[in-house]
T-cell receptor, first 113, second 117 residues
Framework: GENVEQHPSTLSVQEGDSAVIKCTYSDSASNYFPWYKQELGKGPQLIIDIRSNVGEKKDQRIAVTLNKTAKHFSLHITETQPEDSAVYFCAASRLASYDKVIFGPGTSLSVIP | GAVVSQHPSRVICKSGTSVKIECRSLDFQATTMFWYRQFPKQSLMLMATSNEGSKATYEQGVEKDKFLINHASLTLSTLTVTSAHPEDSSFYIC?????????????FGPGTRLTVL
């Protein structure tokens, strides 16, 4: 089955700096890679996603890159703000109807004002 | 966007009792829903796939007789933790994909915090 790894497990950055979280996946059949933000005591919220036929996607301060050959994908947050502090999960899935999403172990991001 | 609700948000029960958690898709129909469990400072681990009108599919290592899943309608799936024990204390989260959305986007519920005394 699919296995998703994620690094680092914790990340502290100064407000305004960039944060980068990296993930790898094992199943070459995975072709959809969402990123979720989870605040304490809440369910995860989708913040950005990317399909395997795209190498990069950007949405304001958030960008995701994908290297399908190497099975790597990364999340980049620029101009970080204190409200970006949360746990971030990468995930992998097959873009089939209702396929399950496998989560990485998570990264706890702290943005220091 | 689509909304998934869970009830209750928190539950405390005694060891040996059973607890039912509901997951509802509020403004869309979901033939499939997913149940996850999340222990403190850990990731979401998929427990089972709930299928409307048929048996749930459980992930390896998840006891189907302990975690009963019923997906009786297109908007409701229930997870019953039977004979709960303290080690079952966890954050239970459901999700439902929205058919027709980009990438069959999954919408997650707010979670249910279960504490077994």
């Amino acid at each position: 089955g699919e296995n998703v790894e994620q690094h680092p497990s914790t990340l502290s950055v100064q407000e305004g700096d960039s944060a980068v979280i990296k993930c790898t996946y094992s199943d070459s059949a995975s072709n959809y890679f969402p990123w979720y933000k989870q605040e304490l005591g809440k369910g995860p919220q989708l913040i950005i996603d990317i399909r395997s036929n795209v190498g990069e996607k950007k949405d304001q301060r958030i960008a995701v890159t994908l290297n399908k050959t190497a099975k790597h994908f990364s999340l980049h947050i620029t101009e970080t703000q204190p409200e970006d502090s949360a746990v971030y999960f990468c995930a992998a899935s097959r873009l089939a109807s209702y396929d399950k999403v496998i989560f990485g172990p998570g990264t706890s991001l702290s943005v220091i004002p | 966007g689509a909304v998934v609700s869970q009830h209750p948000s928190r539950v405390i029960c005694k060891s040996g009792t059973s607890v039912k958690i509901e997951c509802r898709s509020l403004d869309f129909q979901a033939t499939t829903m997913f149940w996850y469990r999340q222990f403190p400072k850990q990731s979401l681990m998929l427990m089972a796939t709930s299928n409307e009108g048929s048996k749930a599919t459980y992930e390896q290592g998840v006891e189907k007789d302990k975690f009963l899943i019923n997906h009786a309608s297109l908007t409701l799936s229930t997870l019953t933790v039977t004979s709960a024990h303290p080690e079952d204390s966890s954050f239970y989260i459901c999700s439902a994909p929205l058919a027709g959305s980009a990438h069959n986007e999954q919408f997650f519920g707010p979670g249910t915090r279960l504490t077994v005394l």
